[in-house]
């Protein structure tokens, strides 16, 4: 067979790691061919493209980004499913292993519906997919958001002053709520949690009783006191949503009002994102990447790969795109435990 590939929504630790794995299963599995389409839908709708041999994809796992580079490229608006189903006739493509996020997942259904051989892998640093445990990336996201926060808790303690770490996470506080944990956050904000400035007030104040420099990390989802949507002031991305940061430097001020503590914030932002993926990223986006490879061979399409507790399945679209997978409040009360 003939299986594209490609990468779209924003980039993730790990995409490379899965092209790797996808490809080098194929290559064991028989005389199958891949090509990568460039830019995400872009290159499928466009026909841009590169032949995935073995010298492209030697030793790429532990490279952050993807070579075949990602955008939020919406096919439907551009040509939809007859440019895709003439490219990959033109091309010989049998089938599509289509890695990425929400957006991309639904894309990829329609496509489905349509008659084209799609196979998902699920993408996010997120965390928010719903139908998989976990998404590779976001093991990587975690491990330097805590890094980021053991070093802004020494420079905290040094000076005496609250820092406010500001980490992504758009509909849910994933990546908040374990870095936050693993830090030792004294408050963890989060979009799913509506939490009023009394509440965050006296956490901050009973660390500081103790002697401590108070911690306070806040997704970028997070809906502050009185508001009604998650701050915003750089206008609209591809899709149409509003592009988040900034909570942190929002929130600052009030805190150092409020408490009379020196506070300064920090926004992390696609540090997160960049560079090279964890040792446990590497290995699930790997299996994935074989397992979508296993699911187009056996023809098993129309479905996205999914992680439940250790072993690889495959699900419905359905089931990731129906609602996200967002933090429920029994471990936002876990977490809380710790706070103050
Ligand atoms: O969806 C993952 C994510 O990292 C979100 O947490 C964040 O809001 C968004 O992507 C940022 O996207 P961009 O790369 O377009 O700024």
């Known amino acids: 067979m003939r299986i594209g590939l490609l990468t779209s929504g924003g980039d993730c630790p790990g995409l490379n790691a899965?092209?790797?794995?996808?490809?080098?299963?194929?290559?064991?599995?028989?005389?199958?061919?891949?090509?990568?389409?460039?830019?995400?839908?872009?290159?499928?709708?466009?026909?841009?493209?590169?032949?995935?041999?073995?010298?492209?994809?030697?030793?790429?796992?532990?490279?952050g980004g993807t070579i075949l580079g990602s955008t939020?490229?919406?096919?439907?608006?551009?040509?939809?499913?007859?440019?895709?189903?003439s490219n990959f006739a033109a091309l010989g493509v049998d089938a599509l292993i289509a890695i990425g996020g929400e957006g991309t997942l639904a894309a990829a259904q329609r496509l489905a519906d349509g008659g084209i051989?799609?196979?998902?892998?699920?993408?996010?640093?997120?965390?928010?997919?719903?139908?998989?445990?976990?998404?590779?990336?976001?093991?990587?996201?975690?491990?330097?958001a805590t890094e980021?926060?053991?070093?802004?808790?020494?420079?905290?303690?040094?000076?005496?002053?609250?820092?406010?770490?500001?980490?992504?996470?758009?509909?849910?506080?994933w990546i908040a709520l374990h870095s936050g944990m693993a830090a030792g956050a004294h408050a963890i904000l989060i979009p799913e949690r509506r939490t009023?400035?009394?509440?965050?007030?006296?956490?901050?104040?009973?660390?500081?009783?103790?002697?401590?420099?108070?911690?306070?990390?806040?997704?970028e989802g997070f809906i502050p006191d009185q508001a009604d949507d998650p701050h915003s002031e750089r206008g609209l991305d591809a899709f149409g949503r509003p592009r988040l940061g900034g909570i942190g430097?929002?929130?600052?001020?009030?805190?150092?009002?409020?408490?009379?503590i020196e506070t300064r914030a920090t926004t992390l932002g696609h540090i997160q994102r960049g560079g090279t993926p964890s040792a446990f990223d590497r290995v699930l986006a790997t299996r994935m990447g074989m397992a979508a490879t296993e699911a187009v061979l056996r023809g098993d399409t129309g479905r996205m790969i999914s992680l439940r507790g250790t072993e690889l399945t495959t699900v419905p679209f359905a089931e990731a795109l129906d609602e996200l997978k967002t933090v429920p409040a029994e471990r936002y009360a876990e977490a809380e435990v710790l706070f103050g």
């Open 249 to 260: 430097e929002r929130l600052a001020p009030l805190i150092e009002a409020a408490t009379g």
């Open 18 to 63: 899965v092209i790797r794995g996808a490809v080098l299963r194929g290559f064991a599995a028989g005389d199958h061919s891949f090509v990568g389409f460039l830019g995400g839908w872009r290159g499928a709708t466009t026909g841009e493209h590169v032949v995935l041999d073995r010298p492209r994809i030697r030793g790429i796992a532990k490279h």
């Open 148 to 173: 980021a926060m053991d070093r802004l808790r020494t420079t905290g303690d040094s000076h005496g002053r609250c820092m406010v770490a500001e980490v992504m996470g758009r509909h849910a506080g």
């Open 72 to 85: 939020r490229f919406n096919p439907f608006d551009n040509g939809g499913i007859e440019r895709v189903r």
């Open 196 to 219: 009023t400035m009394t509440e965050i007030t006296a956490w901050i104040t009973d660390a500081r009783a103790r002697g401590k420099a108070p911690l306070v990390v806040v997704a």
């Open 117 to 144: 051989r799609i196979v998902g892998v699920p993408k996010t640093i997120d965390n928010d997919l719903n139908g998989t445990d976990y998404t590779f990336g976001f093991d990587t996201a975690v491990q330097i």
